[in-house]
Structures are given as C-alpha cells and as structure tokens.
C-alpha cells in the first residue's frame, strides 16, 4: 500500500511543481530587475544583457523549466538570493528547528485533545464538556497570529515569565536550555490553536462509541466505568483520529508560518515570507513542495497507522 | 447452612433487581435526552416525571442541551452580524475617517474619552479603523467566497455530470491543490503578483474552491440515479438541458451554505496575508493590516493596537460561522451530529 500511495506522490509532485513554475514565468516579476535592485538604472546595457543571458530568462519557459527541474533532481535547487545562500543549506539549516517546533506543538495538542475530549464526553453536558466545546469553538476563530500576540502580551510583556521571541537571547549559546525558554510560547500556541478541531473531534467520536453495542455489553457485564470508557469506548472512538491528525498537516503548516513569523522562530516556515516579501522563488518553490511532502508524508502515516491499528481497514485503495 | 445460602440469593436478586430497575432507568434516560433534543424542552425538568436515580454514567447528556441553543445561536450570532455590518458601514463614515489621513501630534494614545480604543502609530482612531479595517475584509472575503463557489459549482457539475475520463482528471487536480497548504499558495501567488486586491482574491479564491467542487460533485452523482433526471434523459433532453435545468438548481443551497461556510476561511485567510504584509495594499486599512502594523507596537506596550481589531475580526469569524452552522443544520439535517459552528 505504501508503495502505491508513495507512486501517487511522484505526479502530484510534478504537478505542483510546474504549476508554481508556471506561476512564475507568468508573473509580471523580472528576475533580472531584483539582481539588479535600484541600480538597475545606472547599469550599462551591455552589463545588464550578459546577466539576461547568464540567468538565462529569454529561454523559453519550457527550457527554463527543464534546467529548475533538473537541478531539483539532483538535489541543486538553486540560489536563494534573499538570503544570500544556496537553497539547500537555508533548508538544512533550519528544517530541524521547524520540526522541534512542530513536533513539540503537535504532541501538546493531541495530549490537549485526548485529556479533555474524553473529561468532555464522560460528563456530556457538565460544566466541563460546556466550558470546552464553548472555547473550542471560539478557538476555532482566532487566527493564530491573534492568538500569537496576545500570549507575548500576557505572557511576555505583562508578566514577564517567558522571552519574547528568537531562539535564544541576544548573543547567546543555542543552549538546551535557552532553546527550551524560548520553545515554550511558540509551541504552546501553535498546540492550542491547532487543538480545538481534535478536541471536538475525540469528544464526538468518543460519544458516538459510547452508543455503540459493544458498549452496551461491557457495561451489561458490569465492568466498572473506567474500564468500560478507556478500555472499550475509546480504543474504537481513536481510529479515525489517527486519519484526522494525519489531515491536519496542512493546517499545522500553515500555523508554524504565522507563529514563526510572529515570534521570529528561525525556521523554513518563516523563512517562506521572507522569500515571499523578497520574491525569491527558487527558495519559495523548494519550500512550496517541501511542504507539499509534509502534507503527502503527513497523510500516508496517517493510512499506514489506521492500516496497522485496524487490520478491516483496507489496504489498498 | 440454609441462612446463609438464602441470605446470599436474597442479596444477589436484590442486587439483580437493583442492576435491573438502573438499566430501565438509563434506557429512559436516553430516551428522556434524545425527546429533550427533539422537543427542546425537557421532560427531565417537568414536574411529577419521574426522575432518574441512576448514576450517572459516560456519554448520557444533560436534559437541558436541546434546540433552544440553536435557536438562541441563530439570533444572536445573525444580531451580531447586522450590528458589525452597521457598524463597519456607517461608523468610518460618520466619523468622517480617511484611511491615508495621517495625525502625528497623536500617535499611541491610550485608551480615552476621546479616542476609546486609542489611537495606532500614525494616529488614526482605532474604533473607526477597525470597522472601516472590517468592512475591508468583510468585502474581500464575499468577492472571494462568491467567486470560489461559483468556479467550485462549475467544475463539480461538470466533474459529476460528465464523469469517466474528466471527472477522474478534475478530482485528482483537486487532491493535488489540496495537497499544497492553501496559506502556502496563496502566498506564492500574492508574492508573484505582488500588491493588489486582484491577486488577495485570486489567491483565496484559487485555493478554496476545491471543497466547493467536491461538494457539488458528490451532489450532483447522488441526483443522477433520481427519477427525475431518469425522465428528463427518456424524454430526450440533451445532457446540457439536464445540467441546466435540473442538476445546477438542485445544487444550489448546498453551494449556497459552502458560500457561506467560506465565508469565515475567507477572512481568516486574507487577515492572515495581509498581517504577514503580503496582503491588500497598505493604504486599504483591512484588519490583517492594522495586526500586522501593530504587531511592533504591542512589543513597545500599545497593547490597545491589536485589542480591538482582534476583538472585532474574532466576533465577526464566530458569527458569520455560527449563522452559517445553523442553517445548514436546518437544510442538511443528517449533519447535525457532526462538528458543528
């Protein structure tokens, strides 16, 4: 199964790829004015022909294609001219703290998700499950740039608990421990605004299960309620979070965009505006279909998790 | 030998008895919420009911949830939308607000009498921004939403009316798009075209009629083994004709609620270019914009910046959605189990 669904990504893949190509070769942008910036004006004629020609932008579209997508295929995916460095060294050099920040956030909204969707179904209709399904549902409306400004207010600029933004302080070590202070905030409110959908999620499949027959026969055998909730209920009421969790990729995605940006977190995902701000498309390609993977990656772990957790889900299709 | 036997019998039946009358109970306490839900009321709360004495166990509601909350969703959240609409029309306007008017003698004011909310950091007032900031996003996000759905209806009638070889095409053009996160292609494409209202729209819309499409889609191949569309093809009316006459009008209230559900995306999504400063043009005081200008400001203490506009775009999101979630529960009932608002 993993090997169809991993032969479906290689058209998507290309697919997406020429459509950003295509995006680019049709926009009114001109390469050659950003190498040049203002200077573009005292520039000689000749000078600015040979650059022309060494970017090679009168090819036609369907060469210059042909040279970006090569150069994707044996791992050159060209220069990044807002930062000054080949694309792949921007991405490796701040893909690993992207994927802190988004493994971290993910694993405190599941845990987020679990604790309180189950405290929510157990006592459907308490002052718990109302609190949470109210929030829930607010949460789901705030963007989390929104949410990102007012935990620096609160946190950082009113109470003064925690850094306001970077990965460490001015000048200082990338440290465990400096890292791990400045985690903190940005982790936490990309957790939160990520886990109002799982909330509300484990909190309806959790109810739904707790109707079913299966159900009924546990309680009808007298086991005790703990038992009959964690034991029996919730196993069956987790497989479909497994797939929601998995689709939420994109989502995750695009939050570690704004939060990153919001708390200057060092990583691809900030990086994509500073690509976007500075119309550097080598690197805002590479990062598009970087996060293209992630989403594809995203969902087969999802498949192949439920495949493993439920041996009637089918394993081709 | 005997007493014991016969006192353990009794309390076994006892307890039978008790085990027995508790599972009566919890039946009539289901049966109890599921009336509470369709009649609103309760008979929980009536007085001379009978009362459960059970324990209360997992997953049985609370007599008092019901539709009396959907119906109060739908007045309040339609009440807070008619005054946000008001208020995002007639107050920039009567407080006579130029967005490009510029006041430097009162830049960061706090809170006063005079400015309520306070002032932002070229000094314009912020309650007439954020409304004028809100009408901004209100109307980008309804050009999109319209012409997202519209574009979605398009190519999921013809996906589902045509079928074989096109559908199988459209849709895996929809899984690719799905497959790139929308805010990641709404940015390359603001970020080629860069500094228009065109390309905000264009990048919303290109990336959210996708939901829209297979929406329709499912519709349309659900209508196909009707009756009626059985007839309409006997009596000889052209493929076209079918489309046309009876498969898009049947689709219309599901586009019409996507259109609506949009809405909130739509916002969301335009505030969120805007605040990264990918968005409208600066000059166009959308909320996304006065964020993204504050967000210095709130490092520097001005709190009051981001307060209101977040505040506004945070009401507005939840009351477009839950006006939306309630009128789909009213057309598509089947739903109503799910996630709703």
Redesign the interface.
């Given at each position: 199964m993993a090997g169809r669904r991993l032969l479906f990504a290689v058209?998507?893949l290309a697919?997406?790829s020429a459509?950003?190509f295509a995006?680019?070769a049709l926009?009114?942008?001109d390469p050659v004015k950003q190498y040049y910036g203002v200077q573009i004006f005292n520039a000689s004629r000749e000078d600015v022909d040979r650059v022309r020609a060494e970017l090679g932008v009168d090819d036609p579209v369907i060469v210059q294609f042909g040279r970006w997508a090569g150069g994707l295929l044996t791992g050159d995916p060209g220069h990044s001219r807002s930062f000054r460095q080949p694309v792949a060294d921007v991405v490796g050099e701040r893909l690993p703290w992207t994927l802190l920040l988004v493994g971290v956030a993910l694993a405190v909204a599941v845990l987020v998700a679990l604790l309180l969707g189950v405290a929510a179904?157990?006592?459907?209709?308490?002052w718990l499950d109302r609190v949470v399904t109210a929030v829930g549902?607010?949460l789901?409306?705030?963007?989390p740039?929104?949410l990102a400004?007012?935990a620096?207010?609160v946190f950082a600029?009113g109470l003064g608990w925690l850094p306001?933004a970077g990965l460490t302080d001015a000048g200082a070590e990338a440290s465990a421990g400096q890292v791990a202070r400045h985690l903190v905030l940005p982790a936490l409110v990309l957790g939160v605004s990520q886990s109002p959908?799982l909330v509300?999620?484990v909190r309806?499949s959790?109810?739904?299960a707790?109707?079913e027959d299966h159900v009924t026969g546990a309680?009808?055998r007298?086991l005790a309620?703990r038992v009959?909730?964690l034991r029996h209920?919730l196993p069956t009421a987790l497989l479909p979070f497994v797939t929601l969790v998995g689709a939420r990729?994109?989502?995750l995605?695009?939050g570690a965009?704004?939060v990153e940006?919001?708390f200057s977190w060092p990583g691809v995902a900030s990086a994509?505006?500073k690509?976007?701000?500075s119309?550097d498309?080598p690197l805002?390609?590479a990062?598009?279909l970087l996060?293209?993977v992630a989403?594809?990656l995203g969902s087969l772990l999802a498949d192949v998790a439920s495949a493993l957790l439920d041996p009637r889900v089918a394993t081709d299709g | 030998m005997a007493d014991p036997l016969t006192a353990s019998t009794v309390d076994t039946t006892g307890k039978a008895k008790a085990?027995d009358t508790k599972?009566i109970k919890d039946i009539e306490g289901i049966e109890g919420a599921k009336g509470a839900a369709n009649a609103g009321g309760g008979p929980g709360a009536r007085p001379g009911e009978w009362r459960s004495a059970a324990r209360?166990?997992?997953?049985?509601?609370?007599a008092?949830?019901g539709s009396g909350r959907a119906r109060l969703r739908w007045i309040v959240g339609g009440a807070t939308l008619a005054v946000l609409a008001a208020g995002a029309v007639l107050l920039p306007w009567l407080g006579g607000l130029d967005e490009r008017v510029l006041d430097y003698g009162a830049v960061r004011r706090p809170p006063s009498a005079e400015h309520l909310f306070g002032t932002d950091e070229t000094g314009r007032d912020l309650v007439l921004l954020a409304f004028a900031g809100l009408r901004v996003s209100l109307l980008v996000a309804v050009l999109c939403a319209v012409i997202s759905t519209v574009f979605g209806a398009v190519v999921g009638a013809v996906s589902g009316a045509v079928g074989g070889w096109t559908d199988r095409l459209l849709m895996?053009?929809v899984?690719?798009i799905?497959?790139?996160?929308?805010?990641?292609?709404g940015?390359?494409?603001?970020?080629?075209?860069?500094g228009s209202l065109t390309a905000v729209v264009a990048s919303i819309a290109l990336t959210h009629w996708t939901t829209v499409a297979r929406i329709v889609r499912s519709e349309v191949l659900s209508l196909r083994q009707r009756p009626y569309i059985d007839a309409a093809i006997s009596g000889g009316s052209s493929r076209w004709r079918v489309v046309r006459r009876h498969l898009l009008p049947a689709v219309v209230p599901q586009a019409a609620i996507s259109a609506v559900l949009l809405l909130?995306h739509a916002v969301?999504h335009e505030?969120?270019l805007s605040?990264?400063?990918?968005g409208l043009p600066p000059h166009m005081a959308s909320i996304g914009n006065i964020?993204g200008d504050?967000?210095d400001a709130?490092?520097l203490?001005a709190?009051w910046i981001?307060t209101l506009p977040?505040v506004l775009?945070?009401v507005a999101?939840?009351a477009v959605?839950g006006v939306a979630a309630t009128w789909r529960d009213r057309l598509v009932p089947r739903r109503r189990?799910?996630?709703?608002?």
């Open positions: 058209p998507v697919l997406v459509a950003v995006l680019g926009s009114p942008f179904a157990w006592r459907q209709g308490g549902h607010a789901e409306g705030v963007p740039f929104v400004l007012g620096i207010a600029l306001v959908w509300l999620h309806q959790l109810l739904s707790l109707a309680r009808a007298g309620e009959v909730v209920a990729v994109p989502e995605v695009t965009v704004l940006e919001v994509v505006v690509a976007a701000l119309v498309f805002l390609a990062l598009t996060a293209t989403v594809l | 085990k599972g209360r166990r997992a997953g049985t509601p609370h008092a949830a895996r053009v899984d690719t799905n497959a790139v996160p929308h805010l990641l292609l940015i390359v494409i603001v970020a080629l075209y860069r909130p969301w505030t969120a605040f990264l400063g990918l964020l504050g967000r709130v490092l203490g709190w981001v977040s775009l945070v999101t939840l959605s189990s799910e996630l709703a608002l």
